[in-house]
């Protein structure tokens, strides 16, 4: 039985790594081509050659979200060596949290910059192909933080502000057969979770506990978990579902 992505190209950004990779995966595992661009080359390295001994068709590159003419390359490579690109998702993130009045401007727009900017320039360059095809399908990674979150000022504005930016991109894109939803992610153990245990001083696991304490469901998320959301989202039968935000996160957040 073909998978639900036979002939589809899926294009993740921040692919290497955590919740990125999950997507790629399961992408990958459906009969997709899969794209990603990562700054962690030797991240990127290794998953390029974990699916490439699966067989699956990859384009994978070292890029920045944040640089324009890097986007655009990258995409125009995808669709050369591909065929086409159908499906982005907006994931590359960073996190560098602080409290409000230790914060530096330098932190604020770095956060601002990968999330926001990024996910600007890449929606722009897959747009044009996606118009000219008449198909696509972009999902944008927010966060529970959208809804605040101590230390978090930067991230918890970007993560809002991807939400109003699908919102408007399911306005302007829906009659070219372009689909714009996002996930709203809650806890999940990736790299950036560690991450934040480190900042606030304690072990992962200490952190994990105390965040499934919380959650309705018991346990903490996976990347799997919201590469299962992506995949509806992403899915081609999915067509009416357009400025949706779905929050991935054990339990109501909203």
């Known amino acids: 039985m073909a998978g639900r992505f036979e002939g589809k190209v899926a294009f993740v950004t921040g692919g290497s790594r955590g919740i990125g990779k999950g997507i790629v995966e399961l992408f990958a595992a459906e009969g997709a081509k899969v794209a990603f661009i990562d700054l962690d080359e030797q991240a990127l390295a290794q998953t390029t050659a974990e699916l490439r001994e699966k067989g699956v068709e990859v384009y994978s590159k070292v890029a920045s979200v944040t640089d324009a003419e890097q986007v655009e390359t990258a995409v125009k490579e995808i669709v050369d060596t591909l065929g086409s690109v159908d499906i982005l998702v907006n994931n590359a993130g960073v996190i560098r949290d602080n409290m409000l009045f230790k914060m530096t401007e330098n932190d604020w727009d770095t956060v601002m910059n990968v999330h926001l900017k990024g996910s600007f320039l890449a929606t722009k360059a897959v747009q044009k192909y996606m118009v000219d095809q008449k198909y696509g399908r972009i999902i944008n990674i927010?966060?529970?933080?959208?809804?605040?979150?101590?230390?978090?000022?930067?991230?918890?504005?970007?993560?809002?502000?991807?939400?109003?930016?699908?919102?408007?991109?399911?306005?302007?894109?829906?009659?070219?057969?372009?689909?714009?939803?996002?996930?709203?992610?809650?806890?999940?153990?990736?790299?950036?979770?560690?991450?934040?245990?480190?900042?606030?001083?304690?072990?992962?696991?200490?952190?994990?506990?105390?965040?499934?304490?919380?959650?309705?469901?018991?346990?903490?998320?996976?990347?799997?978990?919201?590469?299962?959301?992506?995949?509806?989202?992403?899915?081609?039968k999915s067509g009416f579902v357009n400025g949706q935000v779905i929050y991935v996160a054990g339990g109501p957040k909203n």
């Open 142 to 236: 927010s966060s529970t933080s959208a809804l605040g979150n101590r230390g978090q000022a930067n991230y918890s504005t970007a993560k809002a502000g991807l939400q109003g930016f699908t919102k408007t991109l399911a306005i302007e894109l829906g009659k070219f057969g372009i689909t714009a939803n996002s996930i709203a992610p809650g806890f999940i153990e990736t790299d950036m979770t560690k991450e934040t245990a480190r900042r606030i001083g304690i072990s992962f696991d200490d952190l994990i506990n105390a965040s499934v304490a919380a959650i309705p469901v018991a346990r903490s998320g996976k990347p799997e978990d919201i590469a299962n959301a992506v995949a509806f989202f992403a899915d081609e």
